[in-house]
């Protein structure tokens, strides 16, 4: 009788046992909390956001560098195409705004220097371009003396910068040009439109305003060494700088 009793007491301990056993189980595997999920999807999204912020200063420094070493790929080019004729063609800004890959290559009717370039063979349609505005680089003639009519030199013209992209154009290669001018020039527009563009314009040692030159052929102070205080006056706080980079 007592054996029959304590098999059956046996039973049901063993059975209380494996439901004690199921739910400590069931505890262990129990589904986050709504709590929970809002501080992981809080974690990812600052990832993300890191993430994301790192991918676009990786893409601003690729389009910079891109565009810095097109404009010194086109200055050789330029040179090479019309220096032998002793005069640069002038500027032509609403050409040069209406270039597309379609028509960069139409020799009747796209004239401006760009598109000469890329006709010659000098440069190719992408070195032509500005990554950053997707605007085709506006090329002109310029005067590199004082009372002078004949454009001996020629400015290229970048525009749609933000001021952290004008000031990084500057610092890398503004000592590097005989000219330095930051304007007005947002995505879509341009300022050189003609010839004569004055490279002896004045120099400020101390810029007073985002646009101001930087260097220029003037006898006086115009081939200072670009500093970075003047770098960093310069270059308004938005997406429409320009820079001017001129040569002889």
Not at 40 to 67: P, W, Y
Not at 104 to 124: E, F, P, T, W, Y
Not at 150 to 162: R, S
Request: overall charge negative; charged content about 15%; aromatic content about 6%.
């Amino acid at each position: 009788m007592f054996m029959k009793v304590n098999a059956v007491l046996s039973k049901n301990q063993e059975y209380f046992f494996n439901k004690v056993d199921k739910y400590n189980e069931i505890q262990k595997q129990r589904g986050m909390t709504l709590l929970e999920i809002i501080i992981v999807l809080g974690i990812i999204g600052t990832i993300a956001a890191g993430v994301v912020i790192l991918a676009q200063r990786a893409f601003d420094s690729r389009a910079i560098s891109d565009l810095v070493s097109n404009t010194n790929t086109v200055r050789i080019a330029v040179k090479d195409a019309y220096q032998r004729e002793g005069v640069y063609p002038a500027a032509d800004s609403t050409e040069v705004l209406a270039l597309t890959t379609a028509n960069i290559n139409d020799s009747a009717n796209s004239q401006s220097i760009v598109a000469r370039l890329v006709q010659l063979g000098k440069i190719s349609a992408d070195e032509a371009r500005n990554g950053i505005s997707n605007d085709y680089l506006n090329i002109g003639g310029a005067i590199t003396s004082n009372g002078s009519t004949t454009d001996k030199g020629f400015v290229i013209e970048i525009n749609g910068l933000d001021q952290t992209q004008c000031r990084s154009i500057i610092s890398q290669v503004g000592n590097n040009w005989d000219y330095v001018e930051t304007v007005n020039a947002p995505a879509g527009a341009y300022t050189v439109s003609a010839a004569n563009y004055d490279l002896t314009t004045a120099a400020e040692t101390a810029p007073a305003n985002v646009h101001a030159v930087l260097r220029s052929l003037d006898s006086t102070n115009g081939s200072q060494t670009i500093t970075a205080a003047m770098v960093a006056a310069v270059c308004s706080d938005d997406s429409s700088n320009g820079v001017i980079l001129g040569s002889r």
